[in-house]
């Protein structure tokens, strides 16, 4: 299996809702990523688990809080968010986060804050 | 904050040329290079890694590598229609200790049948 997961494909939310992105892979890899990409810009990454431990916050606002339950899934969950973070919302994966690593991408999840 | 810069293009090349996307980089310690094909409305797909000097062939696509200019490009021969993506230069760097990919802004191709 040499795929990332990401459900669901398309979420549509409120500013007051809570909802949560999951992510899976089944490749062995420990390092897992949170990116978010806007429109002809390219991925921004959010975070890093290595190890299943968060090893990078890119100053993500609190409203996004990560959470690494086992080394094959991420979760992102989202409370009281903007509608400027409509956005794709990506899930990669790598052997460890070390200098050599390919990262491979899920198919991401369209979020629309309305 | 460390910076890639490829051209944003578009970039129009016809049917069965060679398309050449190119990217520099700021970072002098950078070690690892990669490239990323991205349909509209899709996810970054990796295409290609390269870790040394020189050339790195893997069908019709060619990356290239001078860490002395801090340059890589990515040669696609006989484009075709299905090569028309924006493409994304990746390079891995240590920020404040934290090991991260850098993306450039891509460059859109379009291929002209």
């Known amino acids: 299996d040499t795929e990332v997961t990401q459900t669901p494909k398309h979420l549509v939310m409120g500013m007051t809702n809570k909802k949560s992105l999951k992510c899976e892979q089944h490749?062995?890899?420990?390092?897992m990523y949170w990116y978010k990409q806007k429109a002809k810009k390219p991925p921004e990454l959010m975070f890093v688990?290595?190890?299943?431990?968060?090893?990078i916050n890119e100053s993500v606002p609190s409203r996004f809080s990560p959470e690494c339950p086992n080394s094959s899934l991420l979760n992102l969950h989202l409370h009281a968010l903007q509608p400027e973070d409509s956005a794709l919302y990506l899930c990669?994966?790598?052997?460890?986060?070390?200098?050599?690593?390919?990262?491979?991408f899920g198919p991401g999840t369209r979020l629309t804050v309305l | 904050q460390k910076e890639v810069e490829q051209n944003s293009g578009p970039l129009s090349v016809p049917e069965g040329a060679i398309a050449s996307l190119n990217c520099t980089y700021s970072d002098r310690g950078s070690q690892s290079f990669f490239w990323y094909r991205q349909y509209s409305g899709k996810s970054p797909e990796l295409i290609m890694s390269i870790y040394s000097n020189g050339d790195k062939e893997d069908g019709r696509f060619t990356a290239q590598l001078n860490k002395a200019s801090q340059y890589v490009s990515l040669l696609i021969r006989d484009s075709q229609p299905s090569d028309s993506a924006t493409y994304l230069c990746a390079v891995h760097q240590i920020i404040q200790g934290a090991q991260k990919l850098v993306f450039g802004q891509g460059t859109r191709l379009t291929i002209n049948p």
């Open positions: 688990y290595s190890y299943e431990k968060l090893s």
């Open positions: 990669a994966s790598s052997r460890s986060g070390g200098r050599v690593d390919e990262q491979f």
């Open positions: 490749m062995g890899h420990r390092a």
